[in-house]
């Protein structure tokens, strides 16, 4: 029979124990296995090597138990996670059905971890990165959702990163690049034409608000060229993505290459080809990318907006537990697929 090897790691290694062979406190050993900021990177990493070559394990149970411990001690109001945003107008994202979905299922999911999600605004007059970073970590809080900009932008160049677990919601910030989550817009797309190439379609249209496009890693336009290059007899007509969106610019695109069927995000579209007379879907078919509560009867995906929201509060808890701050060296990505609703403004698919 072979005899146990004095490597394997021994059970109930004590963070006393670690302490004395480390020769420093049990509350230096605490912080440094939590990677705490206020310990030198060195020190951590020096402490978390020799509780790994001493065998400790920490016990999943008492972690959480005394993760709520400090939280109540550092916040006395409750925890709260905040939730940034960047509009101008005071809740000018609640106008955004996609962003009031993430807000409500990241709210829902804070609330049933036991956390208070709150806003904090940059849009302010008197606001700066600085002043917000400094007021969010006074407040003594470590978690920070990044809400949807207004438009794809770098910002929080100024932010102090370091002091918080960071979590972004889409790709509508440039930089610095965290950890996301989001819909897993490259399938959506894919998805979507799909199912237009099984109704019968062959000249399918992009066609949006080149902001749109570039909000999303530009996975609106890969996903549509990906589709039509896998489809049979489906070739990519010329993309409509302008910097400026406008009825005359979609009018001038649709009469010189007619699709037979326009893929979209927003309601714009709809309202244009209304208004310029066109019959849906007898004459051309129209399908969005990002359904909403409005889009009633409109064909197209809906993204799960809400479980994106609830994601994010997931992903972002994990790297609390962890105590990982910072701008990540490897993001994650995390990303929630979507479902495709048969409206009536597409012809019907066999079945539904």
Same mark, same amino acid.
């Given at each position: ?280 879907? !007898?004459? &051309? #078919?129209? +399908?969005? =990318? *990002? %359904? ?12 799960? /907006? !809400?479980? &994106? #929201?609830? +994601?994010? =509060? *997931? %992903? ?12 990540? /060296? ?23």
């Amino acid at each position: 029979m072979a005899k146990s090897s004095d490597k394997n790691p021994r059970k109930n290694i004590t963070l006393k124990e670690i302490a004395e062979a480390a020769h420093v406190s049990r509350m230096t050993v605490s912080l440094a296995l939590r990677n705490h900021p206020s310990l030198p990177a060195a020190t951590s990493r020096r402490i978390q090597s020799l509780a790994h070559k001493m065998g400790y394990r920490p016990d999943p149970d008492i972690s959480k138990l005394m993760e709520k411990i400090r939280s109540k001690k550092l916040h006395g109001e409750g925890n709260v996670i905040a939730y940034m945003t960047a509009y101008q107008e005071q809740r000018g994202w609640w106008k955004e059905y996609t962003q009031r979905m993430y807000y409500e299922g990241a709210y829902e999911r804070a609330d049933l971890y036991g956390y208070r999600l709150e806003e904090f605004r940059l849009g302010d007059a008197d606001m700066t990165e600085e002043r917000l970073s400094k007021i969010i970590r006074h407040r003594g809080i470590d978690g920070v959702l990044i809400a949807p900009l207004p438009q794809a932008a770098h910002l929080y160049r100024s932010f102090r990163w370091d002091f918080f677990s960071c979590v972004e919601l889409g790709y509508s910030l440039l930089s610095p690049e965290l950890h996301r989550t989001c819909n897993h817009q490259f399938n959506t797309m894919m998805q979507l034409m799909e199912k237009l190439v099984q109704a019968g379609y062959r000249r399918i249209g992009l066609a949006m608000s080149g902001d749109q496009d570039e909000r999303v890693n530009h996975n609106w336009r890969a996903g549509y060229l990906a589709a039509c290059s896998i489809a049979t007899g489906v070739r990519p007509l010329t993309m409509l993505l302008p910097a400026k969106w406008t009825r005359d610019a979609f009018a001038r695109w649709f009469e010189r290459h007619t699709p037979e069927v326009v893929v979209t995000v927003g309601g714009e579209v709809h309202q244009w080809m209304l208004e310029l007379g066109m019959k849906i879907p !007898r004459e &051309v #078919g129209l +399908a969005n =990318v *990002d %359904l909403s509560d409005r889009m009633v009867g409109i064909t197209g995906i809906n993204q799960n /907006s !809400r479980n &994106v #929201g609830a +994601a994010a =509060v *997931d %992903l972002l808890t994990s790297l609390m537990r962890v105590n990982e701050r910072g701008i990540p /060296s490897v993001p994650t990505v995390l990303k929630v697929q979507g479902n495709y609703v048969q409206g009536e403004t597409t012809h019907r698919l066999a079945g539904m």
